[in-house]
């Protein structure tokens, strides 16, 4: 019978990721100008702050700043740098989509 994994614990192997994370925000943070004891626990978040997915996650930054934002999947960050980080187009955006009326009616495909 095989006993039940405690949630409070963590293998050696979840342990090594955690670690390999840790180190690698920290140099990140080197890398992007950050001093020595800065509290960058933030990049090591495993959800895009926007629409939760977990895969290929970015680190977020202001492009006219430099300071860093958060964490967001390819899609999410991709998406903000298309719409150049501007909020009254990401506003127009939506305001479009929840506003528009159809002009035409598609049927759906067979």
């Known amino acids: 019978m095989?006993?039940?994994?405690?949630?409070?614990?963590?293998?050696?192997?979840?342990?090594?990721?955690?670690?390999?994370r840790a180190r690698h925000a920290l140099l990140k943070a080197e890398e992007l100008g950050f001093?020595?004891?800065?509290?960058?626990s933030g990049?090591?978040?495993k959800k895009c702050a926007i629409c939760g997915g977990?895969?290929?996650l970015a680190i977020d930054h202001d492009h006219k700043t430099g300071r860093?934002?958060?964490?967001l999947c390819i899609n999410c960050?991709?998406?903000?740098?298309?719409?150049?980080?501007d909020v009254e187009?990401?506003?127009t955006a939506v305001s479009y989509l929840v506003d528009?009326?159809?002009?035409?009616?598609?049927r759906p495909p067979a």
């Open 43 to 45: 990049l090591l978040t």
């Open 2 to 20: 095989r006993r039940k994994k405690d949630p409070t614990t963590i293998s050696s192997s979840e342990s090594l990721l955690a670690f390999r």
């Open 89 to 91: 187009l990401l506003r």
């Open 68 to 71: 860093i934002r958060g964490r």
């Open 54 to 56: 977990t895969k290929r």
């Open 77 to 85: 960050n991709s998406g903000l740098g298309m719409f150049k980080d």
């Open 100 to 106: 528009t009326t159809y002009l035409v009616k598609l």
């Open 35 to 40: 001093p020595p004891g800065y509290d960058v």
